[in-house]
């Protein structure tokens, strides 16, 4: 649901990621034990704007429960100060059409989130417009809106930041279905393989690929750690 289902609530609502519930509360001072933030509500669009410190910056991410992951950033508000850890090359499928993305993840960044230091990992998008904090990093949090009065109260989860979020990608390489075509999709920098981003893949073990097996070509791909072991036929991507 969003926010444009809870932001005319005469009550305060609470955010509760320990029981994964929804709640209108109706007295604030029962919430003794959390935090005024310095969070702002935004009415127009029902926005909701987390101001973080990132290696030194303050940059303002988008409240953002349909972001699955964590931290999205934009490269302009981004210091760079050292190499991304993680390098994908990834297909997307626009209203424009299809469209080449590189996202550089860096694992270890000093975020500070009013007064709380935490080290997270950060996507980096060129062409990212927004910049927003998702699922990841928000459920570490129960958060209470008011949206009435345009505060934002937050504590402690029970669930915590765990280190697995600086893993590198078991899977360096995945493919996409788009307009019955099945196409290298998704590349990282760790992959060691003569496939490019956007080569068309006709033939998977001798099996041409489809429209009545592309499902069933992608999922035999995509759940295939090593392509080596694989027979693949494919078609060159055209260099612009």
Known sequence: IGYDC????????????ET?????IENISDFSNY?????????????????FVINGKTV????????????????????????????????Y???????????????ENSILFENEKVNYKIMVNEKMQVNTVGIEFIKNYNWIFDFKNGFVYY?????????????????????VSLNNKL?????????????????????VNNQLVAPENICEMQTLLNSTQNWEN????????KKE
């Not at 005469?10 to 955010?15: A, D």
């Not at 935090?35 to 101001?51: M, N, Q």
């Not at 694989?230 to 991507?237: D, G, M, Y």
Request: hydrophobic share 40%; glycine share 6%; aromatic share 10%.
């Open 6 to 17: 809870i932001d005319t609530s005469e009550y305060p609502i609470l955010l509760n990621f």
């Open 60 to 91: 303002d991410f988008l409240f953002d429960t349909g972001n699955s992951g964590g931290f999205k950033m934009k490269a302009s508000d981004f210091n760079e100060t050292k190499a991304p850890d993680v390098i994908i090359n990834a297909l």
């Open 183 to 203: 196409l290298v999709g998704f590349i990282s920098n760790f992959y060691q393989g003569n496939l490019n981003l956007n080569d068309q893949i006709i033939s």
């Open 230 to 237: 694989l027979k693949l036929e494919v078609i060159p991507a």
């Open 155 to 175: 504590k402690k989860s029970n669930n915590s930041i765990t280190q697995n979020a600086f893993e590198v990608p078991k899977v360096n390489i995945q493919c």
């Open 35 to 51: 935090f005024k933030s310095s969070i702002k509500i935004k009415k127009l669009g029902s926005k909701i704007i987390i101001p």
């Open 20 to 24: 994964n519930t929804i709640e209108a």
């Open 93 to 107: 499928n626009v209203a424009s059409g299809l469209t080449e993305m590189k996202l550089k993840t860096y694992f």
